[in-house]
C-alpha cells in the first residue's frame, strides 16, 4: 500500500544486502522525463499502469540481482504479481489503515490516487477501500511483515527462517 515504507526500507535492505537498490516509481519518473502526478494527470491511471508494468519488465531483465521497492498498485496490473513471484522473493509489509493515514495525511498530494481528498477521513475511506481489493494480491507474497516491526533485523530473520524451510 502506498505509506507502507517500501521505499524507505528497501533502500535500507539494499544497503544491508549489498544490492543495488531501485524504485519502480523513479524508474518510471526516469523512463517518461516527468513526476507519477504528471503521468496520473495527463495521460490518466491506465497509461500510467502500462508504463508500470514495461518499465518493471525492463528493469528486471537488466538487472536481476537488486532491491526493488514497487509501488502499491503494482502488484494488481498486468501479471506483474506473477512476474515477481516468478523471478524474485517478494515481501508484503502490512501496516494498518490508521497508520498509513498518519504517514500519508500531509504528503498524499504528490500520490494521485489520494490526492484532493477533503480530509483524514475521506483518505482513511480510499485507503480502506483500496487495501480490500488489494489485499488477495498482497497475501501472495510468501514473505510478510507487520508494522510496527518492518525492520532490516526482522526482514533479515524473516529471509533466514524462510531459507532454512526451503
Ligand atoms: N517504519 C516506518 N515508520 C514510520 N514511518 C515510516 C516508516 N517507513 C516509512 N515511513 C514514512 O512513511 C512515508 C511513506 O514512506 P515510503 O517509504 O515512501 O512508503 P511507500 O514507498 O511504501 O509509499 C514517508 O514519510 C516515510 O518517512
Ligand atoms: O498504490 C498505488 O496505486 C500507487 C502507489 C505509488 O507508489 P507508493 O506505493 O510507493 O506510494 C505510485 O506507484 C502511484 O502513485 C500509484
Ligand atoms: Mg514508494
Known sequence: MPGAGKTTLGR?????FELPFRDLDEEIVRSEGRSVADVFQADGEEYF?????????????????????????TPCFHNNLELLLETGLTLYLAVPVPELVRRLQHAAAAR??????PDAAALEARLSETLAYRQRFYDRAPLRCAAPTCTVEAVQHLLATYQASA
Open 12 to 16: 535500507a535492505l539494499a544497503t544491508a
Open 49 to 73: 499502469r502500462r508504463r508500470e508494468a514495461e518499465v518493471l519488465r525492463v528493469l528486471l531483465a537488466q538487472q536481476p540481482r537488486l532491491v526493488l521497492a514497487t509501488g502499491g498498485g
Open 112 to 117: 494521485p490516487l489520494l490526492a484532493r481528498l
